[in-house]
Every structure is written in C-alpha cells, then in structure tokens.
C-alpha cells in the first residue's frame, strides 16, 4: 500500500489564470529525460525566465512562497499534453507541492495527480479568489486541507471542496498508486482477456 | 453484452475487470502504444518494482517525438534525443515488444501508424502516454492518453483505474461547404463548447456530416477531442470503418475477418441510447476557421473578426485579453492579411494523405511558389505516407513550389527536435494546439488551421480565405 493522504498542511502559493496547459508548467524542450529526477527546476521554466527578463518576479521564484507545499490555481488547470512531468516537477519545486485547489483540472492532469498521492481539489471561484487574497496578503498563512471532512482550513475561515469519491477513496485509503491493486485481479483480468471478442490477436499478416 | 446503450458503455462493460474499492473500474487495455518520451519512466519503475511486462504481445512502440526530420542518420544529432531512442530500445527489446524502428516503412507519429496498420481497430480499448492518443477513437473504441505512472500500470497489469465519464452526442448536420474540412469542423465545436467544456466527458461525434466523412478526417476530429478538454472521442463504426481497415496489415483476415464485423457493428451506439448531454451543429454556413488566441477555442471563421472582449463572456475576457496581447491581434478586425513566417503540415491531427491532397489541390490551383521569408514544412505521419508523397510526384510538386518535405515525426507541432520557431515568429499549423511556446520558440504564435489553408498562406506569406485565392487566381 502507499501513503495514505488525509491531511495537508501548508502555505500556498497562488497562480492565477485559466487554461494552464501543460506546456507552460512543464515546456516540451526539457522533456528529453529519461527519468522525473532533478526536474523540479523545469516548473514553469520559459514562463519564470521571460518574467526575470522583464523584471518581473513569477509567483514560483517569489521568496515569500518558497515554502508553498500547496499550488492555488483556476479553471482546467494542467490542460493539454498527457505529460506526467507537469505533476511531477511541480512536486519537486523547492519543498515540493503537495496538494492543488482549483476551480477545475483537466482530466489527465488529474489522474496524474492521484497517481502520485497529489489531491487536486475543488472550490468555487469565490472560494478560488478568497484563497488567493487572503494568500497574497499574507503568504505566511497556512492552509490546511482535510480530506475526510472535505474542507479547508485557513486561520479561523473553512470553506468546503469537492474531491471525486474515488480519488478520495484512493488517497484516504492508500491505494492511490495502483500498480498492486491492479496485479491483485491477474486471474480475473486474464480469463476477460481470454473471452473478449479480439481476433487474430494482431498478428502481422504481410510479416 | 447490452444491445441498448452507447459505444462507450458497451466496450467499457466489456472491457472492465471489476470495480475497485474507490469505485473506479479497473479497465482492461485492448492495445497499448509506446513512445519514447512518456515510456522510460514507466520502464524504469517496473524495474525497480521488479515487475515485468504482463502483455507484451498488446504492445507496440515507435519513435515520433524527439526524431529528427532531416536525414536517417543515427547517432541524431541531438544527444538527448538519441539517449532516449537508444533507452526505447532497449526497453522494448528487453520485453519483446513490436517496435516500428526508423527506416522499417513502419515508423511515423503513433496515432498515423497505429491505423495505418490496422492496430487500431472498433469495439477495443487503447492508451498510450500521448493526450493525442484520442485520435483513435475514429474507429469506434475507447482511446485515451496517460501519464507515466498509467503507461507503467499497463505495462504491468494490461489495466488501469478509470473513473466514469459522461458522454455527449454531438451531431454535425448538414453539408460541409467546398473548401471546409473537418480540421473546421472540430475548431467551430472547440469554440462552442469551450477548452474546458469536455472535461469529464467522452464526445460521441456523428450525424451526416462526420458519417460522409473518411477514416482520415474522423481522426483529424477525434484528435483534438482532448483540446476542448474530452479525455476521448469517438465515430461509431460503420461500412467507412471496415472498408478502411480490411486488408490492412495486422487487420483480421478470412473468417476471422467475417466475425470481427459483426462485432464491431455490434459495439455501435444503439438509435435508443441514451445520452447525458447533445449538441447539433448545422456545418452548412462554416468557414474555414483559424485561431487567433492561445487555446483552439479561441478561435473565429477566416472572414469573421477576432471577438472584441464585450462580445465574450466575462469569464473570458482575462484570457482574451492577454491572448490578444501575446498574439498581436487587433479585436473587431479579421487575421486576413497577417503575416506568416512559417507554415506546417503535419501533426498527428492533418499529416496523412489526404492532407497533402489538400496542400497540392492549392499549389495546383494558384500556380504559386512559396515567397521569399516564407518557410513552409510538409511533415507526412509515418514513412509508409513519405513513401506515397514520393511515389505519386506530390513531394516533387511540393518542393518545385518551395516547400521542404520531411520525414516522419512530430515536429513543429512539440518543438522537441530541431524544426521550431523562433522568436515571435507566426506559424500557419495543422497542428494541434496554439499554446503559448509550444511551437519550440517561447514568445512563438501559433494559428492553427486545415492543410488547404495553411497552403494558402504558405503561398502568400500571410493569412487568406484559400477559397477565395483559389477563385481569384483561376480568373487571372
């Protein structure tokens, strides 16, 4: 079994904006790597340099969220390319994020996350805004996330999220990496194998 | 099996193993396609795990990413791109997976090859570690892209959990007008519904215009499913599916062939099923349509003028703003006449034959070469399609017109290899996404488009109707 994820604490650091495709968090020139180590660095790369380059301080270079464990963002975050690498760069950014809350993800960007024992969890856009506010005002102030009662927790404000029922159960759970589950049902998952209509079995006939 | 129901409950209940504790459905992968750049992490956590590949005959790979489009010449050039070729490999021959190598005839963008071959084929589930992997779809299955972790589950297991998804009939009617593809077609629904309007849904594209449709350009439409936010999409199967298929290399033969068509008909959405949401959309007044923002729905016919922001709805209009601001487009004037730097066709969404079909209908037609300060790029899908391009004179016709024609890969659509743009240069793509730098330059524009148009603007250097040039060049 993995880790089972209940809580989250942590500052945030927010993101602001809709549509953030996967090639902006994680851009196609670094994905030449044979493994997801040390690409932490690659977070929102291109888009941190050209900020620098005009003076200005991109969220994720700001030294008031260098402690950020939770990423604050909009709607379909993660849009676009299946990439993993998007998830898991930005869990090896500084202390590493640990946990999205977000008016929506788009549905690989999601997988991927509960893949990696990441909840991506859901609010309203005036719970979106209010946490990005509150956050910015003061990036000190701590979040936390609690998934059994489906809430977040910032000084004496809660305000609900919404999680799919599944992922929930995966994380609370500890089954969230799911490679053993999956091999648990061998038997099962050959003998459907077995009885599914395929013929030939893609085999190679000019071969 | 149900005979009621749509496409995608009768393949998933016939493809589920059982349901796991969380409630998701542990789903069983007919076909699993390989590439190089989301497969080296899978491989390397089995190996760790010290678990091997449960399926290996399920398996193919191929290498579309990183490869060069230039010459055939190992090592490539770039050394990041040869480690990960030399690690792809390795791992499928360590496993005893089928691999497409460069310079087989099979090698090409795995979305173009898997049905060139016949791999792809109805009533089946595939996945592979590209969102593209929507494409397939077309034949009427359920295809979708995964991450590492996923591509590592059904190397291991042949599964994966998969949480339910809605799905909505969306029924093209009507006549698609001379010099309207379906690259128009999907763009204007990407626009209706939103970059985001599919999330959590599978897309059930139909009616009369997606049946007149070929094989080719159902794929070009089940493509950008993903782009408006669709983890899959899907035609059903019909006597256009078969006639594709039959004969294809890995296709069933003989009596085989006989009982994969009943059963693939069989899977077919039934007239009773019932949907959880439907959209019809009369393609009769659309346009050739061209984006001019950074997601594909923000995009407009070609003679229509970019959305000034009170047009949008305010949820928009942040977006709008700065897409405006990145792309150098002036709300309330159409693209006619932007400049264009560079001009691709390819892409795992228009890079078969009948795209180049398009593009060679316009250098026909205008008897145009592609202007000084023009760069335009012809990138077919697999080499089989090269081949074709060499074989019936349509590279020659290309290159005499100016354009370079390449080998197989991804290209411009990534940036991965050495064919980007650069600085704020403009592209005129058939690619799949105008996100900002995804064209390999980081302040690069994209203007996403179907072959016929980005011909037309790779012949003038700048945005036109290729309708319109075409009727205005006959007459000269």
Not at chain 1, 10 to 20: N, W
Not at chain 1, 25 to 34: A, C, E, M, T, Y
Not at chain 2, 240 to 265: D, F, K, M, N, S
Not at chain 2, 408 to 428: F, T, W
């Amino acid at each position: 079994m993995s880790e089972a994820i209940t809580t989250i604490t942590g500052t945030a650091v927010p993101l602001p904006g809709d549509d953030i495709d996967t090639d902006r968090i994680f851009p196609g020139r670094f994905l030449k790597l044979l493994t997801f180590e040390g690409v932490g660095e690659c977070s929102f790369a291109e888009e941190r340099a050209q900020w620098a380059a005009s003076g200005r301080v991109h969220p994720l270079d700001d030294p008031r969220h260098a402690d950020a464990t939770i990423m604050l963002v909009n709607k379909n975050f993660g849009c676009g390319s299946s990439r993993e690498h998007a998830v898991q760069a930005l869990m090896r950014w500084n202390r590493g994020i640990r946990a999205f809350v977000g008016e929506s993800f788009s549905s690989i960007f999601f997988s991927n996350c509960v893949a990696n024992g990441i909840p991506a969890v859901t609010v309203t856009a005036a719970a979106a805004g209010e946490l990005m506010e509150a956050v910015a005002a003061d990036p000190s102030a701590r979040l936390r996330l609690d998934l059994t009662r489906r809430t977040i927790e910032l000084g004496d404000r809660e305000l609900p999220f919404t999680l799919p029922d599944a992922a929930r159960h995966e994380l609370l759970d500890g089954s969230w990496d799911s490679t053993a589950t999956l091999l648990a049902a061998r038997e099962e998952l050959l003998r459907l194998a077995a009885r599914l209509p395929y013929f030939d079995n893609w085999n190679d006939h000019e071969g | 099996m149900t005979s009621s129901g749509t496409l995608y409950e009768k393949v998933l209940d016939l493809h589920t193993v059982r349901r796991l504790p969380s409630g998701r459905r542990q789903l069983f992968i007919g076909l699993h396609l390989l590439n190089e750049v989301s497969s080296p992490q899978a491989f390397g956590m089995l190996r760790e795990r010290g678990i091997g590949v449960l399926c290996p005959e399920r398996t193919f790979a191929t290498v579309d990413h990183v490869i060069p489009t230039t010459a055939l010449r190992r090592p490539w050039p770039d050394a990041d791109a040869e480690a990960m070729q030399i690690e792809l490999e390795a791992n499928v021959g360590r496993d005893g997976i089928r691999y497409f190598a460069p310079g087989s005839g099979r090698q090409g963008i795995v979305h173009v090859v898997g049905p060139e071959l016949g791999l792809t084929q109805p009533g089946t589930t595939i996945c592979c570690g590209d969102s593209h992997t929507s494409t397939l779809g077309a034949f009427g299955n359920i295809s979708f892209g995964i991450g590492a972790s996923h591509v590592r589950d059904v190397l291991a297991a042949q599964s994966l959990p998969l949480a339910d998804l809605k799905v909505r009939r969306i029924d093209v009617r009507g006549r698609l007008a001379p010099g309207v593809f379906a690259k128009d077609v999907i763009l204007a629904i990407i626009r209706r519904l939103g970059a985001k309007g599919g999330v959590g849904w599978a897309y059930e594209y139909g009616g009369s215009v997606v049946d007149a449709l070929s094989m080719e350009e159902r794929m070009t439409i089940c493509n950008m499913s993903i782009e408006g936010g669709a983890l899959c999409g899907y035609v059903n199967p019909d006597a256009t599916t078969t006639a594709y298929l039959e004969g294809r290399p890995y296709a069933p033969r003989g009596a085989a062939w006989e009982r994969a068509v009943a059963y693939w008909h069989s899977v077919a959405s039934s007239p009773a099923a019932r949907y959880d949401d439907r959209l019809e959309l009369d393609a009769d007044a659309l346009e050739p349509m061209v984006t001019w923002g950074v997601t594909p729905a923000q995009c407009v016919g070609v003679n229509e003028p970019v959305p000034e922001l009170d047009a949008l709805p305010q949820s928009e209009r942040v977006l709008a703003h700065d897409a405006y601001d990145y792309m150098g487009v002036e709300p309330g004037r159409p693209l006619l006449g932007m400049p264009v730097d560079v001009a691709f066709v390819g892409s795992c969404s228009n890079s078969r034959i009948s795209d180049f079909e398009a593009v060679a209908a316009v250098i026909r037609g205008t008897q145009r070469r592609v202007p000084k300060g023009t760069r335009a790029l012809i990138v077919p899908g697999s080499e089989a399609i090269h081949q074709e391009l060499v074989t019936r004179g349509l590279a020659a016709l290309f290159v005499e017109a100016g354009f370079e024609v390449r080998r197989p890969g991804c290209s411009l659509c990534i940036g991965m290899n050495a064919d980007a743009l650069e600085g704020r240069q403009v592209g005129a793509s058939t690619s799949t996404r105008n996100f900002k730098g995804r064209q390999g330059s980081v302040l690069g524009r994209t203007l996403l488009m179907s072959p016929a148009m980005v011909a037309a603007a790779a012949l003038t250097g700048q945005v036109v109707d290729a309708r319109e040039l075409l009727t205005r060049e006959a007459e000269a």
